[in-house]
T-cell receptor
Framework: EAGVAQSPRYKIIEKRQSVAFWCNPI?????LYWYQQILGQGPKLLIQ????????DSQLPKDRFSAERLKGVDSTLKIQPAKLEDSAMYLC???????????????FGPGTRLTVT | AQKVTQAQTEISVVEKEDVTLDCVYE???????LFWYKQPPSGELVFLIR??????QNEISGRYSWNFQKSTSSFNFTITASQVVDSAVYFC??????????????FGKGTLLTVNP
């Protein structure tokens, strides 16, 4: 079974530029997550989708970050304009269904390492 | 609110030494899950173990073992006879089991383990 795919793996941009990250979850997984991981910290949830609807985006900086999952499969996370503090690893994860009333695990992709100069 | 504390920022050991990584958590949920993930330099988060709050049995998997103590809200991870390939950042994470939390993961800040030859 193929894992969570992300691209690009690395991206270097200048501040005020725009950038987009792509994620393809494990086939059949309805729930998709985007995390931001700043160096030296644990991942922080930015947004959670259930199919193509947003479940939780309480920690997404909506003035510059946006995300979509139009057909309930692939997802794109965009930053416009980027700031220096956006330099981080961006991780995508997906989760399948339920087992006796409890959710299955999240599986993580390899991440996109963003450097803003 | 959920919180995970990994007090050890960095640990350095010599190969074949045993090493324990500490994790303390806080949650108001009566049922919850605890996880350990490994993050090698490549960046991908690798799932190691999941424990639920009503099962306090310790678990051993090869050189890895986990000690869950509900009374002290701790979920510690021990690597026996460490190897250079164990060098990575290790994250402890918590998932509440109430629908209100959207089953999202809360991560600690991670412990960087360096195993020297």
């Amino acid at each position: 079974e193929a894992g969570v795919a992300q691209s690009p793996r690395y991206k270097i941009i200048e501040k005020r530029q725009s950038v987009a990250f792509w994620c393809n979850p494990i086939s059949g997984h309805a729930t998709l997550y985007w995390y931001q991981q700043i160096l030296g910290q644990g991942p922080k949830l930015l947004i959670q989708f259930q199919n193509n609807g947003v479940v939780d985006d309480s920690q997404l900086p909506k003035d510059r970050f946006s995300a979509e999952r139009l057909k309930g499969v692939d997802s794109t996370l965009k930053i416009q304009p980027a700031k220096l503090e956006d330099s981080a690893m961006y991780l995508c994860a997906s989760r399948g269904g339920w087992d006796r009333g409890r959710p299955y695990e999240q599986y993580f992709g390899p991440g996109t390492r963003l450097t803003v100069t | 609110a959920q919180k995970v504390t990994q007090a050890q920022t960095e640990i350095s050991v010599v190969e074949k030494e045993d090493v324990t990584l500490d994790c303390v958590y806080e949650t108001r949920d009566t049922t919850y899950y605890l996880f350990w993930y490994k993050q090698p330099p490549s960046g991908e988060l690798v799932f190691l173990i999941r424990r639920n709050s009503f099962d306090e049995q310790n678990e051993i998997s090869g050189r890895y073992s986990w000690n869950f103590q509900k009374s002290t809200s701790s979920f510690n991870f021990t690597i026996t006879a460490s190897q250079v390939v164990d060098s990575a950042v290790y994250f402890c994470a918590l998932r509440g089991d109430s629908g209100g939390s959207n089953y999202k993961l809360t991560f600690g800040k991670g412990t960087l383990l360096t195993v020297n030859p």
